[in-house]
T-cell receptor, first 108, second 113 residues
Framework: GIQVEQSPPDLILQEGANSTLRCNFS?????LQWFHQNPWGQLINLFY???GTKQNGRLSATTVATERYSLLYISSSQTTDSGVYFC??????????FGAGTQVVVTP | DSGVTQTPKHLITATGQRVTLRCSPR?????VYWYQQSLDQGLQFLIQ???????AKGNILERFSAQQFPDLHSELNLSSLELGDSALYFC????????????FGQGTRLTVV
């Protein structure tokens, strides 16, 4: 099946810093999503972005489908940005497959 | 609020028991997914249903089963529970099976003692 790799696995940021999270996938996809899992375990939809660029406040994402990767940008990070960021894609069998996630800690 | 409802939110049960987790998808969504997330682990895909039919299967144990009913709600049945089954179980829904955004419920936290 499709492989979804996220990097880095862990990220420690000082409040106000910017960062880039990466998601590589091994095959073409029709669907790519970014999620934030907050410290309470809730999975929050960030972006549905099979291709192109989208922005939502301090967050933006870019997917280059032809090169099989997506990037999530966090600007001016805040402590509420802490948590795990997951990338997920639909494989050819219809499964929504998740990467292992990037654990982000934003310190005051 | 994602519009996906999971019940119960928390469940504590003993080893060897059987439990049923329930998921109501967003209005209009035909596809339901189930995931297991053990402590500090990623999300493991269990099974997907589309309009009442099984669409895709992951590493779901034989002790686990699921179904999607005509009203599109879904249930995940876990039997002969073991300590290792303690996890957060998520349900997600989407309009179709491939090309639309999936939304997750708040999860059911299962503790097996």
């Amino acid at each position: 099946g499709i492989q979804v790799e996220q990097s880095p696995p862990d990220l420690i940021l000082q409040e106000g810093a910017n960062s880039t999270l990466r998601c590589n996938f091994s095959d073409s996809v029709n669907n790519l999503q970014w999620f934030h899992q907050n410290p309470w375990g809730q999975l929050i939809n960030l972006f549905y972005i099979p291709s192109g660029t989208k922005q939502n406040g301090r967050l933006s994402a870019t997917t280059v489908a032809t090169e099989r990767y997506s990037l999530l940008y966090i600007s001016s990070s805040q402590t509420t940005d802490s948590g795990v960021y997951f990338c997920a894609v639909i494989d050819s069998w219809g499964k929504l497959q998740f990467g292992a996630g990037t654990q982000v800690v934003v310190t005051p | 609020d994602s519009g996906v409802t999971q019940t119960p939110k928390h469940l504590i049960t003993a080893t060897g028991q059987r439990v049923t987790l329930r998921c109501s998808p967003r209005s209009g969504d035909l596809s339901v997914y189930w995931y297991q997330q053990s402590l500090d682990q990623g999300l493991q895909f269990l099974i997907q249903y589309y309009n009442g039919e099984e669409r895709a299967k992951g590493n779901i144990l034989e002790r686990f089963s699921a179904q999607q009913f005509p009203d599109l709600h879904s249930e995940l049945n876990l039997s002969s529970l073991e300590l290792g089954d303690s996890a957060l179980y998520f349900c997600a829904s989407s309009e179709d099976s491939e090309n639309t955004e999936a939304f997750f419920g708040q999860g059911t936290r299962l503790t097996v003692v």
